[in-house]
């Protein structure tokens, strides 16, 4: 135990959603627990700012409830009565010449619904056509993980997979459907599509009974909806205010600016399980942290250059290397209202009834996702500008994996980009009245094929180090919710490691 204090001492490298939430789940533990964020602010990819005087995310926006961490850990820290829901999840896709709604039967762009697909216009007659042929065809034998291009694209066609997989993969990866893994970006439907035939089936296996649509009438169930709801929330003034209240709430001390930058093992008493010692800060001004137990809660790249001075820890550090990363930026652009044309019955973003739209690579846009912020979150539906002009409030999405050097752009330049982008989709008329560019270098972890494989390789070789434990968007899911399931899971490995007197064993 860490001589300096009777509470063993738990470091956790790493002050983003997952650090922080792994702090807080050891906030009622005898032990003492130190955060080190490398950068001067805490949270990682959450963050929130000013646009035109409104605070708007800069990185995530969006929690998915169907899974209970992310609203769980809303509740434990107080902030429930912050939740707020979207007004519509309905989505579009930009293709083909126009703005197209988004089936609403389908799971991650494979659709279930073939007439709808057909009637939605996202993809041609032949696609339509082709897609059907899904209903028909033998079952398509896979032998191991594949990439989910080969699958779906196996079943439906190539414009199912260019046009609504690859974007829907695109906004939640950056990645492409030719390199992520089937098993890992679409866990339940890899499974479910070993007990159907079609992939449609096995998609319609997976959503909600459709919703009876009226004699003549028209389907309006929006998209992304549950019974009872939509599968998204998020905090009135942002997602980005969670990391202070978690940070707080978990009694941590949490030190910004202090980048780790060598983890080793160091001996104890003769005999006994090592301990570890955390060399903190730049060259000229290094400090030494001992610690009983560590947590990583950092991307791949940085956890395997920690982990590659221990003995016994390669086969982790071979995998992390072969994760690799996309980065992205998001355009914030602010428009007054009238800029949005009159076409519209009503003007404005909310006449189109989308939340947004996506733009598939095979497009040849440089923005992949748009959000329209005021119409997706009723908290913004008011923001109004210094003169007191209502404002639209518009995210734009930029980079795939691959495009770095469109990221290389000067701001003006992207912001420019992007605007014009999105005139041509919505003819928005005029500049912005304000716009925000926010970098994310090494954003999104890629799941690419072998992924699995390739996590199972990393918790197994971690599992040889005593009182060390990983967590993060790295290994089971890059959205919040399942970067909080590793940092519980993390949490209760070194909780558990103490608790039996500092032997090990993780398995
Ligand atoms: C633009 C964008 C939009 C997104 N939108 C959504 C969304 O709407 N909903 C959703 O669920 N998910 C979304 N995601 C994904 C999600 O936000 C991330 O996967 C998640 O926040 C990652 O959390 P993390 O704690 O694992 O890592 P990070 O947020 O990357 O935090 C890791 C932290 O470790 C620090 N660090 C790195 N190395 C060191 C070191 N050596 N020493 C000390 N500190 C170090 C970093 O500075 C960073 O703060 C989005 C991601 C991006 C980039």
């Known amino acids: 135990m860490n001589p300096s204090t009777a509470r063993p001492h738990v470091v956790i490298v790493g002050g983003g959603i997952a650090g922080l939430a792994a702090a807080f789940f ?16 805490l949270g990682g990819k959450l963050s929130v700012s000013e646009v035109a005087g409104v605070a708007v995310d800069e990185g ?31 989505s579009a896709v930009w293709t083909l010449g126009a703005l197209r ?10 659709p279930s619904d073939l007439a709808e697909l057909a009637r939605s216009g996202v993809v041609s007659d032949e696609g339509a056509a082709r897609a059907s042929q899904d209903l028909e065809l033998p079952p ?21 997979v260019d046009r609504l997989v690859d974007p829907l993969l695109g906004g939640v990866y950056a990645g492409r459907s030719s390199d992520l893994s089937f098993d890992a970006t679409m866990p339940a439907l890899a499974a479910a599509s070993r007990r159907y035939r079609s992939l449609a089936e096995a998609a319609g296996s997976l959503l909600p009974p459709p919703v009876p649509v009226p004699a003549g009438g028209q389907d309006r169930t929006p998209g992304g909806t549950r019974s009872g709801g939509s599968v998204f929330t998020t905090l009135a003034g942002g997602l980005g205010l969670l990391p202070a209240f978690l940070a707080k709430a978990s009694g941590a001390e949490v030190r910004t600016t202090s980048m780790t930058r060598v983890l080793s093992s160091v001996p104890t008493a003769p005999g006994a399980v090592p301990g570890w010692r955390l060399t903190v800060g730049s060259a000229a001004a290094e400090g030494l942290i001992d610690a009983d137990a560590v947590i990583l809660a950092v991307p791949a790249r940085p956890a395997a250059r920690l982990l590659a001075e221990l003995p016994g820890a390669s086969a982790a550090v071979t995998a992390l290397g072969e994760i690799s990363y996309a980065s992205m930026a998001i355009v914030t652009l602010a428009y007054p209202r009238s800029a949005f044309p009159g076409a519209f019955p009503g003007g404005g973003l909310a006449a189109l009834g989308w939340s947004g739209y996506l733009v598939p690579a095979v497009d040849g846009r440089a923005v992949k996702a748009v959000t329209f912020s005021t119409v997706k979150w009723p908290h913004l539906a008011d923001a109004t500008a210094p003169g007191a002009e209502p404002l639209e409030i518009v995210r734009c999405s930029v980079g795939r994996i691959g495009e770095e050097a469109l990221l290389q752009r000067a701001d003006e330049d992207l912001a420019a980009l992007a605007a014009a982008e999105l005139a041509a989709a919505t003819g928005v008329r005029g500049a912005p009245v304000a716009h925000r560019v926010s970098r994310w270098g090494g954003a999104l972890p890629q799941y ?48 558990e490691f103490l608790r039996r007197g500092r032997q090990w064993s993780h398995g």
Not at 29 to 39: H, M
Not at 75 to 81: K, M, N, Y
Not at 140 to 160: H, K, L, Q, T
Not at 457 to 481: E, F, K, M, N, S
Request: proline content about 7%; charged content about 20%.
């Open 140 to 160: 398509s034998v896979r032998d191991g993980d594949v990439p989910v291009a080969d699958y779906v694209g196996a079943r439906f066609g190539a414009e199912v």
């Open 60 to 90: 995530a926006e969006a929690l998915l409830v169907t899974r209970p961490e992310g609203t769980g850990l809303i509740a434990e820290v107080g902030l429930a009565g912050d939740s707020v829901e979207p007004g519509t999840t309905s």
């Open 448 to 495: 690419t094929v072998g992924h699995l494989d390739r996590v199972a390789r990393i918790r197994a070789a971690v599992a040889t180090q005593p009182g060390l434990a990983v967590c993060g968007a790295a290994y089971d899911g890059v959205g919040i919710p399942a970067c909080i399931a590793t940092a519980r899971t993390a949490a209760n490995q070194v909780t």
């Open 26 to 41: 050891l906030r009622d533990e005898p032990v003492r627990v130190t955060v080190l964020e490398g950068s001067p602010r």
């Open 101 to 110: 709604p988004l089936p609403r039967r389908q799971f991650m762009g494979v």
